[in-house]
């Protein structure tokens, strides 16, 4: 295979069965997974008791939200980054 991006659709087109993630070790790297993980479960059970999930709880304009790349200081707060 050659570059990321095929590894990740061979990945994604090979998962099979939903795997035990119980006695997974997890490194570093793995933190923003987990997280998500986390966020994703905590959705589900606040949808099945009736609750509107985190981030549906308030008016945020999505459509509004983009990336940007910029170059700053270290002591530079990152929300004045330039658009």
């Known amino acids: 295979m050659y570059g990321v991006l095929v590894e990740d659709y061979v990945i994604a087109e090979s998962m099979g069965p939903i795997s035990d993630r119980t006695q997974e070790y997890l490194g570093s790297s793995d933190a923003l997974i987990a997280k998500i993980r986390w966020h ?8 099945q008791e009736g609750k509107v999930p985190s981030g549906l709880d308030e008016e945020i304009d999505y459509l509004g939200i983009r990336s940007t790349n910029a170059v700053m200081s270290a002591d530079m707060d990152w929300r004045l980054a330039p658009k």
Request: charged share 40%; net charge positive.
């Open 40 to 47: 994703l479960l905590k959705a589900v059970r606040d949808i």
